[in-house]
């Protein structure tokens, strides 16, 4: 396996259920971030871990729980979500103080019901 | 906090036509980064920018950091069907020892449509 990878691709979830969406990145890098990407909105940073430190929560509610067991792995946990949650939910990860920028994973398409 | 303009939010054209779209900030960058994001897919990206004026090539795709460090341009060239997608410009301004100065700004994307 080589860059970002996010698994599921896919995900479909009522609002009662309790989900997670796992990304690992094979680049070495220190850095991870979780966006949401809604149709016809911009990229939304949600949370930002920095050499597994959580550096960055951007008023992201509670029902989203971010986890970050080491440099390679980030995860999602979801909980009790809304429909307008659904969204796609893209990983990155980055080397801070290199060029580069971010390496995107290919997202998880999220449909709430 | 630092915001990114970019123009257009979409655009049509017709297969073979040049594309040009930019991006303006409020505050400097001393990088400046262009992604392309297929549909379902995340962005990929396409060029990265370190120096005020910089031109820089990637086959048919050509973009420059303003001189003021406050701008940035992508043009496409002969555009095909594949060309589709979306278009984000992204704003770093590396070296700062604040929290988050590694992090990247983005624009709101140009979503861009070929007709064949």
């Known amino acids: 396996e080589t860059g970002v990878t996010q698994t599921p691709r896919h995900l479909v979830m009522g609002m009662t259920n309790k989900k997670s969406l796992k990304c690992e990145q094979h680049l070495g890098h220190n850095a991870m971030y979780w966006y949401k990407q809604s149709a016809k909105k911009p990229l939304e940073l949600m949370f930002v871990y920095n050499f597994k430190e959580q550096t960055e929560n951007n008023s992201v509610p509670s029902r989203f729980s971010p986890e970050c067991p080491n440099s390679s792995h980030l995860f999602l946990h979801l909980h009790t979500l809304q429909p307008e949650d659904s969204a796609l939910y893209l990983c990155a990860s980055s080397q801070v103080g290199g060029d580069y920028g971010y390496t995107f994973g290919s997202g998880t398409r999220l449909t709430v019901v | 906090g630092q915001q990114l303009n970019q123009s257009p939010q979409s655009m049509f054209i017709q297969e073979g036509e040049d594309v040009s779209m930019n991006c303006t900030s409020s505050s400097i960058f001393n990088t400046w980064l262009w992604y392309k994001q297929d549909p379902g897919e995340g962005p990929v990206l396409l060029i990265a920018?370190?120096?005020?004026?910089e031109l820089t090539s990637n086959g048919r795709l050509t973009a420059q950091f303003g001189i003021t460090r406050k701008d940035s341009f992508l043009n496409i060239s002969a555009s095909i069907p594949s060309d589709v997608g979306i278009y984000f410009c992204?704003?770093?301004?590396?070296?700062?020892?604040?929290?988050?100065?590694?992090?990247?700004?983005f624009g709101k994307g140009t979503k861009l449509s070929v007709i064949p």
């Open positions: 920018l370190y120096k005020a004026g």
């Open positions: 992204a704003g770093q301004l590396r070296g700062n020892s604040g929290a988050g100065s590694y992090q990247l700004t």
